[in-house]
């Protein structure tokens, strides 16, 4: 389904990271890839998983560094010259801001996370744009929280909701180039960013009793969903922000 294409995927921090599962399904359907780790503490757990994945690109990438996203960018250009999807995986948030109250916020930190969670996607796409000549697929990470209030998820619902829409705007303006724009929300996942997020294990609990089937999704069904998007079957869609939540945002 991928092969022969080549893809950028952003915010593998190990194993059980989205981002990895994602990189897992797109290489079994046959892409070639190009794979970021933050920085050096992160890179002794990436890079072998990256070296499995045969990525032909590995580099570092720390969005909030001036220069790095460019840097990544133009390795791409350079050893690649094109560019036919890329798989935006990363948030932050300071931890006081998250686990506070959303109006009691600071600019500091709700700047912060916007730049990183959201403002690094449309930075991306900017970049992406001219690698993309014969159109590309963009796909970033949300959840549940952009949509309805989820308790302990503060600050981060108006940052993803602000993701959301960044997704379609974006998705306006590129599709003359042919380039399509994406947001997967997943259920809740047991995955180390998650982990900073307040009394996590009851979200997970609520998730497990509210979805129709009683479960959690897990990385692989998120990667298959993903390389469905970054694929030609799903040429006629673009914009949306797609579930795979075992159903979790249907349920009252």
Not at 76 to 91: E, N, R, Y
Request: net charge negative; charged share 20%; proline share 3%.
């Amino acid at each position: 389904m991928l092969k022969g294409k080549r893809g950028l995927v952003v915010g593998i921090a190990n194993a059980d990271s989205i981002a990895y599962g994602c990189a897992v399904k797109l290489r079994a359907f046959g892409a070639e890839l190009a794979v970021t780790y933050l920085n050096e503490k992160s890179e002794k757990y990436v890079r072998p998983l990256a070296e499995d994945l045969k990525a032909e690109i590995i580099e570092p990438l720390d969005v909030e560094k001036s220069g790095e996203l460019e840097r990544v960018f133009e390795r791409i250009q350079t050893q690649w010259g094109g560019l036919d999807f890329v798989i935006h995986s990363i948030a932050f948030a300071p931890r006081a801001d998250l686990h506070g109250r959303v109006v009691d916020c600071s600019a500091e930190g709700f700047a912060q996370a916007m730049h990183v969670s959201c403002w690094s996607f449309l930075r991306m796409a900017k970049l992406a744009e001219p690698l993309m000549s014969e159109g590309g697929v963009m796909i970033t990470m949300s959840y549940y929280g952009a949509d309805k209030v989820v308790g302990n998820y503060n600050m981060m619902g108006p940052v993803k909701a602000a993701l959301e829409a960044s997704v379609r705007y974006a998705a306006n303006e590129l599709g003359e180039k042919g380039i399509r724009v994406f947001a997967v929300s997943p259920g809740p996942l047991k995955t180390r960013a998650a982990s900073g997020i307040g009394h996590f294990d009851e979200l997970v609990q609520m998730a497990v009793e509210r979805t129709p089937s009683h479960r959690l999704v897990d990385i692989a069904e998120v990667g298959r969903v993903v390389s469905f998007l970054a694929g030609g079957a799903s040429s006629g869609m673009t914009g949306d922000t797609i579930y795979v939540d075992a159903g979790l945002h249907n349920v009252a």
